[in-house]
């Protein structure tokens, strides 16, 4: 009975504070919506400058593999001057050049070299940008190859194969991840200022002069916030489901047992910071 006291407690406690609730709820969906939308490592669409100083059916078709290509949207410049005043623009983040001799190299030699140049402020965009461009490079020049009745000698033959997350879709790796950071973040923020309130009202003399035990006081406090943040994670994972289109693969179950450990670990780090800082403001601000 003095436990249940003690939840029943604290639960008109939460709810005479709405800041808890807004933490649990508010606060999760804030920041998978801020980073969900707001922080995106995809390559899509990347404006690329193509450079054709001779125009023949090669170099046409080379440039319509770009066109085709998901990744890229391709500029037709006439020359490298205009091209390289475009990058220097911030227009288009990489060049495509195809010299005069290109075809003539390539007849004669069944390859020829491009050149390209890419934007390197972003070292991470400019190494995603150079694989795209070389996997059309290299799909084309097989493909010419064929429609010639060569073979390109190729000893190693590299296929990769992603089984999880096969669409390369960045959101499916950094939501999941931002939902633990957001469960460490709501589980200490709410236990953080739990015991700092009692001592800063001048409440805990009266708490510690009542017959309830320390362990059924430390497990009244935490139940009501565990279940608000449980609550929370659940949110997070359905907002994860049905507005990123995260796939969910694996048990259920196995996640919210997981989640719910997890959760204690991080109600008990922020009672620890409570206890220890006996300050509202200053538990806040170490929680965060």
Do not use: C
């Not at 390289?84 to 288009?92: G, H, I, L, N």
């Not at 994670?233 to 179950?253: E, I, N, Q």
């Amino acid at each position: 009975m003095r436990l249940i006291g003690m939840i029943r407690k604290e639960s008109l406690q939460i709810l005479r504070d709405p800041s808890s609730i807004g933490i649990a709820f508010v606060m999760p969906v804030v920041l998978l919506l801020l980073f969900g939308y707001g922080v995106s490592l995809d390559a899509r669409h990347i404006p690329l400058a193509v450079v054709v100083e001779q125009p023949d059916a090669n170099s046409a078709s080379l440039v319509g593999a770009f066109q085709r290509s998901e990744y890229f949207q391709p500029k037709a410049f006439d020359s490298i001057q205009a091209a390289q005043k475009a990058f220097d623009a911030r227009e288009v983040f990489g060049i495509v050049w195809l010299r005069n001799n290109f075809s003539k190299t390539l007849l004669s030699q069944g390859d020829a070299p491009i050149g390209v140049i890419v934007n390197g402020v972003d070292a991470n965009q400019a190494r995603i940008t150079e694989g795209y461009i070389q996997g059309v490079w290299q799909a084309w020049l097989v493909s010419y190859a064929h429609s010639r009745g060569v073979e390109l000698a190729q000893p190693v033959t590299l296929e990769p194969r992603i089984w999880f997350n096969a669409a390369v879709r960045s959101r499916d790796f950094l939501v999941p991840g931002l939902i633990a950071v957001i469960m460490t973040l709501i589980g200490a923020m709410l236990t953080s200022m739990v015991v700092a309130r009692e001592w800063e009202r001048g409440t805990m003399e009266a708490l510690m002069v009542t017959p309830i035990r320390i362990g059924e006081l430390v497990v009244g406090k935490l139940v009501p916030y565990f279940i608000l943040g449980m609550g929370g994670m659940l949110l997070s994972v359905a907002t994860a489901l049905w507005l990123f289109d995260v796939p969910l693969r694996g048990s259920f179950w196995a996640l919210t047992a997981a989640s719910a450990l997890f959760m204690m670990v991080a109600l008990g780090m922020g009672l620890l910071i409570s206890v220890v800082a006996k300050n509202q403001f200053v538990a806040g601000q170490i929680a965060i």
